[in-house]
Nanobody, 111 residues
Framework: QVQLVESGGGLVQAGGSLRLSCTAS????????MGWYRQAPGKQRELVAV???????NYADSVKGRFTISRDGAKNTVYLQMDSLKPEDTAVYYC?????WGQGTQVTVSS
């Protein structure tokens, strides 16, 4: 059974940084497609960043140049480094392996 546990959310001022972590069990993050999604109040869940088993990464246009997805095989963990945060980045952030979601972690960016 695959389980994903996110951590690292919180409250930060605009321009600040946060790093989200997603620790997986029941799967190997270094060979699977892993992604970060977010859902703001009243909006649909959207893809933020994805890392393929090959290591190729892709980002939503809204976060390109500010966010970085990475992984640590030894820790079986996927990260989302978020820099230059904006109030519009406020959302619940979810870790995803196709077919499985984490519980989500709240990120709030104050102006």
């Amino acid at each position: 059974q695959v389980q994903l546990v996110e951590s690292g959310g919180g409250l930060v001022q605009a321009g600040g940084s946060l790093r989200l972590s997603c620790t997986a069990s029941g799967t190997i993050v270094s060979i699977n497609t892993m992604g970060w999604y977010r859902q703001a109040p009243g909006k649909q869940r959207e893809l933020v960043a994805v890392i393929l088993g090959s290591g190729t990464t892709n980002y939503a246009d809204s976060v390109k140049g500010r966010f970085t997805i990475s992984r640590d095989g030894a820790k079986n963990t996927v990260y989302l480094q978020m820099d230059s945060l904006k109030p519009e980045d406020t959302a619940v952030y979810y870790c995803n392996k196709p077919g499985t979601w984490g519980q989500g972690t709240q990120v709030t960016v104050s102006s």
